[in-house]
């Protein structure tokens, strides 16, 4: 046998061809958690949505910049799969590598360089009932009202690491992971399992895979073992439960960049818009829509609000419906990829009903508009909420 041969032989041994790594990337599909979510999902801190849970609005007050992993929404196409740490890998693989398909195990990931984000995972679609309810349009999708947001404290490696041990070339144009959760099935249609294309320059950019979430191991309705987390683009760029990337020397696609994830409707090319990247501008008040608050005390009003493009650097609140406007004070330093919390103080001395409503602006000069034309599967909702309270 030649050496040449040996050495083929050798690495076949090692690492498996395309073809078996295309099955290896895609084994049978994981246990479900039974109820699709593993966490409790107590009614005064979440709303739940068929296979979701978003957080509700007084569930943040007092919790701090990090949403605890407790509270954080869980977006789920099917349901949290239930995946061994030891039998896990990561598989790189794809025509936009140098060699052959690449795999990792956790341990292999831990010895590379450790860095922490504070990151939002916001929804494309947070916020969308208020297409609905405050609108009157017609869109299609989970009606979310303003909790499909958290921003975690995200440990992990840097995807650009990852792809670079794995070998990728000069000539890789697009890099798409996919998730070991079951595979969707939507109007009878099978997708296939979630999975999302990624510019190269964003992947080598500033995006994560995050094996910890406040501190603690990825939770299982989080990504258990690990996740993407990509800095300031809609969440469903984050896929979790990772169990292989693809890196293609031509450009990728998924139903979750084509079908969906786009702007359709009056306004929009017929394929829709391009495929959506950066979050919009959002506000939202610590209090539950019809919350009571007493008379003639004083009310500190809290809230938090966030933009995917830049810091927040202003809010404005009004509690009269819109008729008088004044400056939140913001509690935190602005800062890219989280939100700030700010706070308004309130002394109601007339008893009623009345509307509260915050309107943030960017350090870009993106400001909360009255009103967001609506797209047909109401993505990036970003005008300023009415939300209804009564003084007793
Ligand atoms: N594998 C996989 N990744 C996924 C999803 C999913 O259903 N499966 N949902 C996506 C969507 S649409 C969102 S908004 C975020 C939600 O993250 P969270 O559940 O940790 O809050 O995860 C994304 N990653
Ligand atoms: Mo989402």
Not at 58 to 72: E, Q
Not at 137 to 144: E, H, I, M, S
Not at 200 to 206: H, P, T, Y
Not at 288 to 298: E, F, I, K, Y
């Amino acid at each position: 046998m030649t050496s040449a041969r040996r050495t083929v032989l050798k690495l076949l041994a090692t690492v498996p061809v395309a073809a078996q790594a295309a099955r290896a990337a895609a084994p049978a599909a994981a246990a479900e958690a039974p109820g699709g979510i593993v966490k409790p999902l107590p009614a005064d801190v979440f709303t739940r949505h068929g296979t979701n849970a978003e957080t509700r609005p007084s569930a943040l007050r007092g919790t701090g910049f990090h949403t605890p992993n407790d509270r954080f929404f869980v977006r789920n196409h099917t349901g949290t799969p239930v995946l061994d740490a030891n039998t896990w890998r990561l598989t790189v693989w794809g025509s936009g590598l140098r060699g052959g398909p690449v795999r990792f195990t956790l341990a292999d990931l831990w010895a590379l360089p450790a860095v922490s984000r504070d990151v939002a995972i916001e929804c494309a679609g947070n916020a969308r009932g208020y297409f609905t309810s405050q609108q009157h349009d017609t869109v299609t999708g989970t009606p979310w009202t303003l909790g499909a947001v958290g921003v975690a404290r995200w440990r992990g490696v840097r995807l650009a690491d990852v792809l670079r041990r794995a070998g990728i070339g000069d000539h890789a144009v697009a890099v798409m992971p996919r998730g070991l959760d079951a595979e969707y099935v939507t109007a009878g249609v099978n997708l296939g399992r979630v999975r999302r294309p990624l510019p190269v320059a964003k992947a080598l950019a500033d995006v994560l895979l995050a094996y910890e979430m406040n501190g603690a191991p990825l939770p299982p309705d989080h990504g258990f073992p690990l996740r993407v987390v990509v800095p300031s683009w809609v969440g469903v760029a984050s896929v979790k439960w990772l169990g292989d990337i693809e890196v293609s020397a031509e450009a990728l696609h998924s139903p979750w960049d084509t079908d969906y994830y786009r702007l359709f409707g009056p306004g929009h090319p017929p394929q829709g818009s391009a495929p959506l990247t950066r979050q919009t501008v959002k506000s939202t008040f610590e209090l539950d829509h019809g919350a009571t608050l007493v008379a003639r005390r004083t009310h500190r009003l809290t809230g938090r609000s966030w933009s995917g493009h830049a810091p927040v650097v202003e809010v404005r609140v009004s509690i009269d419906g819109g008729a008088h406007w004044r400056r939140a004070q913001l509690q935190d330093p602005p800062r890219r990829h989280g939100w700030v919390r700010w706070s308004v103080p309130w002394h109601p001395l007339a008893t009623g009903p009345t509307t509260l409503l915050a309107r943030a602006t960017d350090a870009a000069g993106n400001t909360q508009p009255d009103h967001t034309p609506p797209n047909t599967q109401g993505y990036l909702f970003d005008a300023v909420v009415r939300l209804p309270v009564t003084v007793v």
